[in-house]
């Protein structure tokens, strides 16, 4: 069955240091993975998708992702935090048939910005 | 207006009410989706519409009853909830048997159950 794993509940970095949140997916085939950031009271907004060619993954708001097959991973990276980045994230890999895209969370990893 | 747009925003009702969440999207998808989302737990995908038709159902209790009139409309009819039915309830669309899978998610409806 698929299933995500986000290790770290809660993470704090401090403002303008390097952030990393680690994903790890279990899924038989070849994956579609996805980072997802939710603002307090707000809903998911797509960050960056992995679907094949280069695993190295650019997203919005400077985020990047590395899909790493041998260790079944898809950690999100970012090297400068700001403040407005404190929010909730989460991972997900994609289920899809020819009629629908379901995804499978992970519990989230809660970023905290320190100034 | 875009996206996907849930309303209410936030809905209070005791136990023995009736009440009913609505979603709408304007991307012209043709897949629609309801997301639980409680404290501390991952997202629990409770039912998928494609093309109007339910295509999954996640053992979901029959005291949360969906409906999707057409491709842009879902709802989520609730009566005789309970306390831990308390959440945040997320809809989603997406373009069935696309090639992206991405879900666009609403903003959510926070749901109080007293």
């Known amino acids: 069955a698929q299933s995500v794993t986000q290790p770290d509940i809660h993470i704090t970095v401090s403002e303008g240091a390097s952030l990393e949140l680690r994903c790890n997916y279990s899924y038989g085939a070849t994956p579609y993975l996805f980072w997802y950031v939710q603002s307090p009271g707000q809903g998911l907004q797509l960050l960056l998708k992995?679907?094949?060619?280069?695993?190295l993954v650019q997203g919005i708001k400077g985020f990047e992702a590395e899909f790493k097959r041998s260790q079944s991973s898809f950690n999100l990276r970012k090297p400068s935090v700001h403040w407005s980045d404190a929010a909730e994230y989460f991972c997900?890999?994609?289920?899809?048939?020819?009629?629908?895209?379901?995804?499978?969370f992970g519990q989230g990893t809660t970023l905290q910005v320190k100034p | 207006e875009t996206g996907v747009t849930q309303t209410p925003r936030h809905l209070v009702m005791g136990m023995t009410n009736k009440k009913s969440l609505k979603c709408e999207q304007h991307l012209g998808h043709n897949a629609m989706y309801w997301y639980k989302q409680s404290a501390k737990k991952p997202l629990e995908l409770m039912f998928v519409y494609s093309l109007e038709e339910r295509v999954e159902n996640n053992s979901v209790p029959s005291r949360f009853s969906p409906e999707c009139p057409n491709s842009s409309h879902l709802f989520l009819h609730l009566h005789t909830l309970q306390p831990e039915d308390s959440a945040l309830y997320l809809c989603?669309?997406?373009?069935?048997?696309?090639?992206?899978?991405?879900?666009?998610f609403g903003e959510g409806s926070r749901l109080t159950v007293l």
């Open positions: 992995y679907f094949s060619g280069d695993t």
């Open positions: 989603a669309s997406s373009q069935a048997g696309g090639t992206t899978g991405e879900l666009f």
């Open positions: 997900a890999v994609g289920a899809f048939s020819s009629n629908t895209g379901k995804l499978i």
